[in-house]
């Protein structure tokens, strides 16, 4: 193939931008090619490292100051000076960190859960958690470091309002429509329930 001196001058200039537009159409096909995988780019492009987890768990330290909670998978009490946080559903498969994915966990059932999936009993325990964490940094919170921090839950969870996080009910049912159905997809994907 030949190109035209001009053309292949600009795109040897602008190598970066072309290739970044290529790759951007290329993610938007895949994506709506496979719907039931979440977060492709991510999966595609794996960050070389993954972000700290300390923003997590300043949040989990609050909701933890505020009341006793228990861990969902072995119900002991939850010691605020010794817990990591668990993916509910693994990174792996959602490649982010976002707080309504995240639960306190004893170092070493996380280590052990590691990329396998929660049973399904445990969801129902998983919402209660996620509540008494959202009801809990709304009261420690002022109002808008609230909404910032709440704001994933809302955009991913689908909720309408953020009176809908402070109702259990309405809370599980978000979940249900959002988790549940992925964890078929990742089971399909070659993730195994622990």
């Not at 993954?50 to 300043?58: A, F, M, N, P, V």
């Not at 969902?72 to 498969?93: E, T």
Request: hydrophobic fraction near 40%; include cysteine.
């Amino acid at each position: 193939m030949i190109i035209h001196p001009a053309w292949a001058s600009y795109l040897e200039e602008h190598y970066g931008i072309v290739r970044g537009w290529a790759v951007w159409e290329w993610l938007t096909y895949m994506q709506k090619r496979n719907p039931s995988t979440p977060a492709i780019a991510n999966k595609l492009f794996m960050p070389t490292r993954r972000d700290s987890l300390s923003k997590q768990t300043d949040y989990w330290k609050l909701v933890l100051r505020s009341q006793p909670l228990r861990y969902i998978y072995s119900q002991q009490v939850i010691d605020p000076n010794r817990f990591s946080l668990d993916h509910y559903l693994p990174w792996s498969f959602v490649a982010h960190d976002q707080l309504w994915n995240l639960v306190p966990t004893l170092p070493e059932v996380n280590s052990a859960k590691s990329n396998n999936l929660p049973s399904n009993k445990y969801f129902a325990q998983f919402v209660t958690l996620q509540h008494c964490g959202l009801v809990a940094t709304r009261k420690a919170l002022s109002a808008g470091k609230w909404e910032r921090q709440i704001d994933p839950f809302i955009s991913d969870l689908g909720v309408s309002t953020m009176d809908e996080l402070l109702d259990v009910q309405r809370l599980g049912n978000a979940y249900e429509q959002v988790v549940k159905p992925l964890l078929p997809l990742a089971v399909n994907q070659g993730f195994c329930v622990g």
